[in-house]
């Protein structure tokens, strides 16, 4: 599954090399070429990792990315750290700020590929192609495949970003707000119901082998998918 990647990167030679290489790879990428563009466009859109520069016109990379960190709604989203910077001390405080991994700049765009995916599989699951598994429910992301037993499922878009979602972060209660910003990607124009109604919509889908009983409501906390029996509310 293709994840959505925020470039932040003022060269302009470095940045379209980057965007060519990430789209060649298969991921949507959008690029900025300083920090007050960039929070325009994760404003818009919460994008699934962020390729940050250190060395920034105005507001620096670091500053960006601590500014990120504080924000309940951009906190988990991963950020590697593109910098000419080499030295052990600028590597530790761009971890410390709350990087999720470091690329020092000359880089090969395959090297940066590697990286992406790994903090990928890392920080957000639901972006990488590994098959899921719980309860005897299997998701294949890259044949868009669901089924129960040897029986397929079928599920609309949302519905199957959502399951994809749950599947890869079982277990965690999940609020509706988080739900929307890991699944719609951006919770600015859809309201919170909305997410009640995909919830509604991929039980039906669930029901004929009975495993809309793994999709549990949590009661004034959101949902969570779980292999084990919800206790009695
Ligand atoms: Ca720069």
Redesign the pocket.
């Known amino acids: 599954m293709a994840a959505s990647i925020l470039i932040v990167?003022?060269?302009p030679a470095i940045q379209a090399l980057i965007l060519a290489s990430l789209k060649r790879a298969g991921h949507v990428a959008v690029a900025a070429g300083d920090a007050e563009s960039a929070l325009q466009q994760i404003n818009s859109a919460l994008p699934d990792l962020i390729l940050l520069?250190?060395?920034?016109p105005g507001m620096s990379g670091i500053e960006l990315a601590r500014l990120l960190r504080n924000e309940e709604r951009t906190r988990r989203v991963p950020i590697i750290m593109l910098t000419a910077k080499g030295d052990e001390r600028d590597k530790i405080l761009g971890l410390e700020t709350g990087a999720d991994d470091y690329v020092t700049k000359p880089f090969s765009p395959r090297e940066l590929i590697a990286r992406i995916k790994a903090v990928l599989r890392r920080g957000a699951p639901q972006a990488t192609e590994d098959p899921v598994q719980i309860g005897g429910l299997s998701l294949d992301p890259s044949t868009h495949r669901i089924s129960a037993g040897d029986r397929p499922i079928i599920l609309g878009p949302t519905e199957f970003r959502l399951l994809h979602f749950l599947m890869t972060h079982a277990e965690r209660v999940h609020s509706r707000t988080q739900l929307l910003d890991q699944v719609w990607g951006d919770h600015v124009f859809v309201e919170e119901r909305t997410v009640d109604v995909h919830i509604r919509r991929l039980r039906a889908a669930l029901e004929t082998s009975g495993h809309d009983s793994l999709i549990q409501t949590v009661r004034g906390s959101g949902y969570r998918i779980s292999a084990v029996p919800s206790a009695i509310v």
């Open positions: 990167e003022d060269e520069d250190w060395m920034l």
